[in-house]
């Protein structure tokens, strides 16, 4: 089984301002690594997604995330924020495995960002 | 279409009350899968479809949530006597590549008075 772990609950920044919101997870088999983000009365956008090779992955926004194995960490980062990035973000992992369950995601709790003026 | 399409987007049911929660999927996807979001929580899987076959429902709360794809295509999802703990939105999503490849719905915001 899977677990993922959004340690902030809330992450209030100042327009133009860096921006990190942290994701841990744990796994007794490996797993994709992704980042969804949630507007207001909508359903979850894909940000980034982290299957293999290089651990610095970029998404779309201006947005990127590094997987870190030794630490089961796969933190969001973005070097400069907009208003219009105020929103919910999940963190969600798939077990990579022939045959089993890897088509289900398990997903954090949710980070809420407010970008303020 | 180009997108995945639910309604109603909202729904407001008395206890007791059967409701019915529609998916119409991306064409060509032969995945889709329901998931629930409680308020300030992220979605918990309840049930996956391949075409028209349910290969896992494990995810389903109790026998009074039931979720059928007979062509393959549409999905419904069925909650019966329902209870203010269903109060949740329900999203759909469909894929052609398992996980890797979801597209969301907007959900259906489901409200048990």
């Known amino acids: 089984a899977q677990s993922v772990t959004q340690l902030d609950s809330q992450v209030p920044v100042f327009e133009e301002a860096p921006v990190e919101l942290r994701c841990n997870y744990s796994?007794?088999?490996?797993?994709?690594l992704f980042w969804y983000v949630q507007y207001p009365n909508q359903g979850l956008q894909l940000l980034l997604k982290?299957?293999?090779?290089?651990?610095l992955v970029k998404g779309i926004n201006g947005f990127e995330a590094e997987f870190n194995k030794s630490q089961t960490s796969f933190h969001l980062r973005k070097p400069s924020v907009h208003i219009s990035d105020t929103a919910e973000y999940f963190c969600?992992?798939?077990?990579?495995?022939?045959?089993?369950?890897?088509?289900?995601?398990?997903f954090g709790k949710g980070t809420l960002l407010t970008v303020n003026p | 279409g180009a997108g995945v399409s639910q309604s109603p987007r909202y729904k407001v049911a008395k206890r007791g009350q059967d409701v019915a929660l529609r998916c119409d999927p991306i064409?060509?996807?032969?995945?889709l899968f329901w998931y629930q979001q409680a308020l300030g929580q992220g979605p918990e899987f309840l049930t996956y479809?391949?075409?028209?076959?349910?290969?896992?429902k494990s995810g389903l709360p109790s026998d009074r949530f039931f979720a059928e794809r007979p062509e393959g295509s549409v999905s419904t999802l069925k909650i019966q006597r329902t209870q203010q703990e269903d109060s949740a939105v329900y999203l759909c999503?469909?894929?052609?590549?398992?996980?890797?490849?979801?597209?969301f719905g907007s959900g259906t915001r489901l409200t048990v008075v």
């Open positions: 064409s060509g996807h032969v995945s």
């Open positions: 999503a469909s894929s052609f590549l398992g996980a890797n490849g979801y597209t």
């Open positions: 969600a992992v798939s077990p990579i495995n022939s045959g089993g369950s890897n088509y289900k995601l398990t």
């Open positions: 479809f391949q075409n028209e076959a349910q290969l896992d």
């Open positions: 796994s007794s088999v490996s797993v994709y």
């Open positions: 982290y299957l293999s090779g290089s651990t």
